[in-house]
Structures are given as C-alpha cells and as structure tokens.
Nanobody, 130 residues
Framework: QVQLQESGPDLVKPSQTISLTCVVS??????????WSWLRQPPGKELEWMGA???????DYSPSLKGRATIARDTSVNQFSLQLRSVTPEDTAVYFC??????????????????????WGQGTQVTVSS
C-alpha cells in the first residue's frame, strides 16, 4: 500500500520560503516510470499542479511559478521535497504530494507532458501571512 505524508510549517511570512517534505512508503521513488508531484489548492480555487520529479531525478515545473519552485529528492530516506521561494499571500493553499504517471502528447506545437496522479498525501495547509 502506497502512502505519502506531507510535512512542513503551517505559517510562513511573505518573502520567505515554503519548505515541504513528502515521505513515501510502499513505493520506491527511484522505480521506473513513477513521477512524484506537488500540487496545491488555494482557498476557493482549483487544484494546481506545481511540478514533478521523476525516477531519475529529472524535474518539470509549471511555468506559472516563474522559477520560484525547486523539487528535490533524498533517495536514502525515500522522500522528496518542495521549496517555494519569495512567497506572497497568494501562495496560501493546501499543498499535496502525489505519485503518478506522465502522459506524453504529440501536438502540432510540439510534445507536451501532463501528469495523472494515482496516490495522494492527505495535504497540508500552509498560510502565508505576516
């Protein structure tokens, strides 16, 4: 049974960094074709995919974050992490980590990737406020 558990601070001040960790059990984060994502849901808004790290450690990010996010992994303890820099109150959300697969689509404009999540953490509320 795959389980994911997020942890991190629940309150962060504006301009600081949100640092979250996702501990994974029941699956190996280096197993081929598994992708490990961070997603968030601000209050009253839709779920937003933020980025992912794959079984080889390669990362992919949503352009909407404008380079503020870094996803990393620690294979020795089977966990991955998210850092989101220069936060504002707009970054207040419930943050989720998840395991899933990548879907590659060939379009006229080129190749695009999307991610289908199969297992989720319970989510952790992070509030950005002074």
């Amino acid at each position: 049974q795959v389980q994911l558990q997020e942890s991190g601070p629940d309150l962060v001040k504006p301009s600081q960094t949100i640092s979250l960790t996702c501990v994974v059990s029941g699956a190996d984060i280096t197993a081929t074709y598994n992708y490990w994502s961070w997603l968030r849901q601000p209050p009253g808004k839709e779920l937003e995919w933020m980025g992912a790290i794959d079984y080889d450690g390669a990362t992919d990010y949503s352009p909407s974050l404008k380079g503020r996010a870094t996803i990393a992994r620690d294979t020795s303890v089977n966990q991955f992490s998210l850092q989101l820099r220069s936060v504002t109150p707009e970054d207040t959300a419930v943050y989720f980590c998840a395991m899933g697969k990548r879907i590659t689509t060939l379009q006229a404009t080129g190749i695009t990737h999307s991610y289908e999540q199969t297992n989720w953490g319970q989510g952790t509320q992070v509030t950005v406020s002074s």
